[in-house]
């Protein structure tokens, strides 16, 4: 294969399309200068991104390795097969199928595969971390099932397992639904198989936020428990975008008949390559430390906001994220997300547990460590960023300070460069 096939170093690029070159270099700017604290963003390595940009794109392979519907596919077989390998060797499971373009699709396959039109599905509220595809209205989850949803404890702000039980007994759901995307604490996925084999409800663990950390076994795997496990790569992970699912050999056949041709056609080829050098990189040594460090960061980012004087939802973390409950502050998440933004620090509003507000304004600010610790930010710049991010919040109409915060963000991002 020739070196042009698999990476043109977008020469091509720049000729025949100049404006979105220019584009694509000014997004590679933003995310180079400026601290990226949204908990699901990372920054995938150069060889991940390189194997995105290959001439795989051009296949069509309906099917799956050795059972395609359509010729020429020996080479597409043999990327999906290392693929398939990988994910399964990384977390231990029977099963893989590496083909849903995204964890919602990933989802998607499985509620289709599994559950009838207007079963139930019991899953975390979104307003209290869940995920839209969970069961949310809004979400094709909503609307072909029956949503039905767990809260987190008004104390403790953690899942309250007898509250999912009593649910499950009165319900007897189809699906439940164990995962979130804005819950700092440890899921229990004993707890919720237990539940879902005394009520004889499926499991489907979507650890798509924490997935890197159970890679190397900082969180508690659900393979084991979770009759399915769907999750993205591009999070914790650090992977192309895209998602994959996770099962027993029992639901093997089913599954993949759900993801093609139940919810997708031709599967993104050049991705799934990218996918298996994730994968690859994540059975590396090195992926161990990043993770751990990934924990040490989140650890003492809550503890330096905490002493600041903020409130964090549950009062701290267990994984790679924060959630900062700003009620008492006075000042929303969507102003808290701009402020920080003026001065480079990219974060996301979100609702906190039993927000007053709505989802486009928000109570809360979710902050995740996965990105700067790809950079290379220890505990002590961690804390440097903490102070930052105290002194924008509290000091929100001050020139000063955003301008000593934005010279700060510009040192920290030279000081530790991506790409
Ligand atoms: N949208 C993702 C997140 O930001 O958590 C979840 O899919």
Known sequence: MTEKGVW??????????????????????????????????????????????????NKYAEGYPGARYYGGCEFVDRVERLAI???????????????????????????????????????????????????????FSGKFFKPLFYRLD??????????????ARRHRPGMIVAGASAYPRLIDFSIFAEIARETGAYLMADMAHIAGLVAVGLHPSPVG???????????????PRGGFILSRE???????????PGTQGGPLMHIIAAKAV?????LGHEFADYQKQVLVNAATLANE?????????????????????????GITGLEAERILGKAGIVANKNTVPYDKQGPRVTSGLRLGTPALT?????????????????????????????????????????SFPIY
Do not use: W
């Open 8 to 57: 043109n170093g977008q020469e091509g690029l720049r000729t025949v399309d100049p404006e979105v070159y220019r584009t694509i270099l000014a997004e590679a700017e933003r995310e180079k200068n400026s601290l990226v604290m949204i908990a699901s963003e990372n920054y995938a390595s150069r060889a991940v991104i390189e194997a995105q940009a290959n001439v795989m794109t």
């Open 85 to 139: 390998d990988r994910v399964k060797r990384l977390f231990g499971s029977e099963h893989a199928n590496v083909q849903p373009h995204s964890g919602s699709q990933a989802n998607m396959a499985v509620y289709l595969s599994f559950l009838k039109p207007g079963d139930t599905i019991l899953g975390m509220e979104l307003s209290h971390g869940g995920h839209l595809t969970h069961g949310s209205p809004v979400s």
């Open 154 to 167: 008004p104390e403790t702000q953690r899942i309250d397992y007898d509250e999912v039980r009593s649910l």
């Open 225 to 239: 428990h979770a009759d399915f496990i769907t999750s993205t790569n591009h999070k914790t992970l650090r992977g």
């Open 250 to 260: 029992e639901y093997a056949e089913k599954l993949d008949k759900g993801v093609f």
């Open 278 to 282: 994730a994968f690859g990189e994540a």
């Open 305 to 329: 906001i905490l002493s600041h004087g903020f409130d964090l939802v549950s009062g701290g973390t267990d994984n790679h994220l924060i959630l900062m409950d700003l009620t008492r502050k």
């Open 374 to 414: 790809t950079r290379g930010l220890k505990e002590a710049e961690i804390r440097l960023v903490a102070r930052l991010i105290r002194d924008l919040l509290e000091n929100p109409e001050s020139e000063e300070t955003l301008k000593r915060a934005r010279g700060l963000v510009s040192e920290l991002c030279d």
